[in-house]
């Protein structure tokens, strides 16, 4: 069975900060996804990695996909409260298996 | 935006009842999901579907079961509902390009939130 760790679990820290969030398996993922999740709403997608060594950016978020596909991290620069949320790594081919999550919180 | 809806919201429901929460979705999606979900927690995945009168079940050992007889249609029955059943359950729903390709991105619905009194 596929699993996903991630680390921290909680992470609270001041807006303007930078912050770095991993997740990491002991299998092979062709990809990984990574989500993020506000209160009473289902998880939205915010990036998918593919190629061993990539890095992807989304504005203040960049994205890396491990050289051996086995583990993935998500970098804030600069937070913002409005980063505040659950954020997941998704991976699977037959199922999407989701990771244990990291619960972020901006103070202002 | 995402065309997933899943109803109720909210639900309470005395122990023993029986219940069924519903999720439709109209992209044309092959694979569904149902996730099971504790305020704040990571998601537990308790049955899919490949395509209609195709389930399986999760990792996690669910009393729930599924049924997939449109390809929009996935809805979700407990028999007998306990207080141990409450929780979010989270539908979502995913394009299968081809089997075993890589997986695209999974739409979600706002959940179903569960409460057993």
């Known amino acids: 069975t596929q699993l996903l760790e991630q680390s921290p679990q909680f992470l609270s820290i001041q807006e303007g900060e930078n912050l770095t969030v991993y997740c990491n398996s002991s299998?092979?993922?062709?990809?990984l996804q990574w989500y993020r999740q506000e209160p009473g709403e289902g998880p939205v997608l915010l990036v998918t990695v593919v190629t061993g060594g990539e890095v992807k950016k989304l504005k203040r978020l960049t994205f890396q996909f491990g050289d051996a596909r086995k583990d993935s991290s998500l970098h804030i620069t600069a937070a913002q409260p409005g980063d505040t949320g659950l954020y997941l790594c998704?991976?699977?081919?037959?199922?999407?298996?989701f990771g244990s999550g990291t619960r972020l919180s901006i103070r202002p | 935006e995402a065309d997933i809806y899943q109803t109720p919201r909210y639900l309470v429901i005395g122990t023993g009842k029986k219940i069924t929460l519903e999720c439709s979705q109209t992209m044309g999606h092959d694979k569904m999901y149902w996730y099971q979900q504790d305020p704040g927690m990571e998601l537990h995945l308790i049955h899919y579907s490949y395509g209609v009168n195709s389930t399986e079940k999760g990792d996690l050992s669910s009393e729930s079961t599924v049924s997939r007889i449109r390809t929009e249609h996935f809805p979700l029955t407990l028999e007998s509902a306990r207080p141990s059943h409450t929780s979010q359950y989270l539908c979502a729903s995913s394009e299968s390009l081809y089997l075993g390709a890589l997986n695209t991105e999974a739409f979600f619905g706002q959940g179903t939130r569960l409460t057993v009194v």
């Open positions: 998704a991976g699977g081919i037959r199922k999407i298996i």
């Open positions: 299998s092979v993922f062709s990809s």
